[in-house]
């Protein structure tokens, strides 16, 4: 009996995402079975219900944050505040800290557990005074030759008045830059919500990871669906349209590689979500490390500017 | 549409309806396509900037004959199969037939008093000037031909962002243009910008704030969120110049307002400053 159609997908999509050279013997997330498992429900394409529980889960209030992970995943941590000019960001945390004794600066946005914490750290949205207090701590890890860890998310940039007067559209063009620019090896992972420009503004690096429950879109759904839909009811509607998960950002080359989480998605268990977190981490960098800096810089541009599909 | 007769002067010829796109939005002040062509698309009684056409916008800016144009033939795909109320493949079409362009972009070398640059100019008549995977392929080699022939390149703004139908592809244009911009700028070339009414969210978050000159059309909209979305998720009371260009030139996110009839000789000057050769 000939394959059916939906077989020869999945097939197609399988050897597609063998072929993603991070993955090769899947020795980053270690673990082919799960990820095996995983294409097969992608196989059948997945339905409208399947795609907005990646939603649900990428935005879950128990999902561990960015600082949940430096806790876990960095001795020494020393928090870097404010960007030298207007103010320190609470959506946005900086530091340094050592990764198994290696320096690394990190850069993150930051969600708040309770309504106090959501409120100073504006829900993960941050203003320009968050893409510029990155901006600098770029530049310090860029003079001291050390590794960058971005951790994203948030739901997007801050949308008020203040953030607009204060340059929201140049800051996080301007932090882009500041990426494209460094000379030292950059990670980010998409641990939740990466949520349009105000997410990208801290992902210009060498390599780009995603967990596994996180999404990673131009728009929210809710967004997309009152202005296509003219309704933001129709979020899940929106979601399915334009697929904001981890397998088609993948696929899409967007990603370079998934990072599994514990079964039931990183809220069941920080401490398994930090450790899968942290080999991801350690791997992608110890290849980076290798590769002199001028060499990092121009594959990072060379990367991003190859993304789009026309003819 | 039927007309209706809104004015209350003893004129008997009814007065154009208020939603053409003749008529002045800011003195109700209408006029014949060919008068609007002939001043810039300037309304002469208020200063008004309608919108303006890529093509009419290039053959106004650049000497004469001196426009070729680069990457004529890229035309956008559609890699999510995107379906929102009608298919994004019949989109494209629609506005391929209704603008005559090919993408919401023209890119092209030119010359502007005498001094060569490269040009690239959005046109908000094609899907908001929306940015996909064509317009920041076209940005990015617009880049590299201005770095090769040893040129600035100047870019003119309109766009309302990213094209939400290619998804999370659309998003990835702006570290796609971020890089192209580092290059020349690696190269030692220029970037001045030039942003028209609307210059807002992915494309101001991008290649339009790094130019090494920002200017900016008088009244433009140049904000990362618009004042409806920033209205509606914060309830903040909005300032009466909310994200226009003179709100911005006063924060000091521009360099200069220039009207458009001045713009070719501000140009012209600015690129005698970076030295294009002639």
């Not at chain 1, 860029?142 to 739901?155: A, E, G, K, Q, Y």
């Not at chain 1, 129709?234 to 397998?247: I, L, N, R, V, W």
């Not at chain 2, 680069?70 to 994004?88: K, M, Q, T, W």
């Amino acid at each position: 009996m000939p394959p059916s159609e939906h077989e020869l997908r999945l097939r197609e999509r399988l050897s597609r995402l063998r072929s993603v050279p991070l993955l090769g013997g899947a020795r980053l997330s270690g673990d082919i079975e799960r990820l095996q498992r995983q294409l097969d429900r992608i196989g059948q394409e997945p339905t409208h219900e399947e795609i907005w529980l990646q939603v649900e889960l990428a935005r879950h209030p128990e999902r561990p944050y960015t600082l949940d992970y430096v806790d876990r995943l960095l001795d020494d941590w020393f928090e870097l505040h404010g960007d030298r000019g207007r103010g320190d960001d609470g959506a946005m945390v900086t530091g340094l800290g050592k990764l198994d004794g290696r320096t690394v600066a990190l850069v993150g946005q930051q969600k708040g557990r309770d309504i106090q914490e959501r409120t100073r750290r504006q829900f993960g949205m941050p203003y320009p005074e968050g893409y510029r207090k990155a901006i600098r701590v770029l530049e310090v890890a860029d003079r001291h030759s050390l590794p960058v860890i971005s951790i994203v998310d948030t739901p997007g940039a801050y949308p008020g008045v203040a953030a607009e007067q204060h340059g929201q559209g140049g800051a996080i063009a301007a932090s882009q830059a500041a990426m494209a620019r460094v000379r030292v090896p950059t990670v980010a992972c998409v641990i939740g919500e990466g949520g349009s420009g105000g997410a990208v503004a801290i992902a210009l690096a060498d390599r780009v990871l995603m967990q596994e429950h996180a999404i990673y879109s131009v728009i929210s759904p809710e967004g997309c669906a009152a202005i296509l839909w003219r309704d933001a009811g129709e979020a899940k509607k929106a979601a399915a349209a334009f697929k904001p998960d981890a397998a088609h950002c993948l696929e899409l080359g967007v990603v370079d590689a998934i990072v599994p989480e514990p079964p039931g998605g990183a809220h069941a268990d920080h401490e398994e979500a930090a450790r899968l977190l942290g080999e991801a981490l350690r791997e992608t960098l110890d290849e980076l490390v290798e590769v002199p800096g001028d060499e990092l810089r121009r594959r990072r541009r060379a990367r991003f500017r190859s993304l789009g599909v026309f003819a | 549409m039927a007309r209706i007769d809104v004015s209350i002067e003893t004129d008997d010829k009814p007065a154009p309806p208020a939603d053409h796109p003749n008529t002045c939005p800011g003195c109700a002040s209408h006029y014949r396509e060919d008068e609007l062509e002939l001043a810039l698309w300037v309304c002469a009684q208020c200063g008004h900037h309608f919108p303006m056409r890529a093509r009419t916008r290039i053959a106004r800016l650049a000497d004469v004959g001196s426009f070729a144009e680069d990457a004529a033939d890229l035309h956008s795909e559609d890699p999510l199969g995107f379906f929102d109320l009608r298919p994004y493949a019949e989109r494209l079409a629609e506005a391929e037939m209704s603008t005559g362009l090919a993408e919401a972009m023209l890119i092209g070398q030119a010359a502007i008093g005498g001094r060569g640059c490269e040009l690239a100019v959005m046109d908000f008549s094609f899907m908001g000037g929306s940015m996909g995977s064509v317009v920041g392929e076209k940005l990015s080699r617009a880049c590299d031909l201005a770095a090769e022939r040893a040129v600035p390149l100047v870019a003119v703004t309109s766009s309302g962002g990213a094209r939400m139908q290619e998804g999370i592809l659309s998003l990835m244009q702006l570290p796609k243009t971020v890089c192209a911009v580092e290059d020349l700028h690696d190269a030692g070339q220029a970037l001045i910008v030039v942003m028209a009414h609307p210059t807002t969210a992915g494309v101001l978050a991008s290649f339009a704030s790094l130019g090494d000159v920002l200017l900016a059309e008088p009244g433009a909209l140049i904000a990362f969120t618009g004042p409806r979305v920033v209205q509606q998720t914060t309830r903040e009371k909005l300032p009466d110049d909310f994200g226009l260009a003179e709100q911005n030139l006063r924060f000091g996110h521009l360099d200069a307002i220039v009207p458009r009839s001045e713009q070719r000789e501000t140009l012209a000057r600015l690129l005698r400053l970076f030295d294009a050769p002639e």
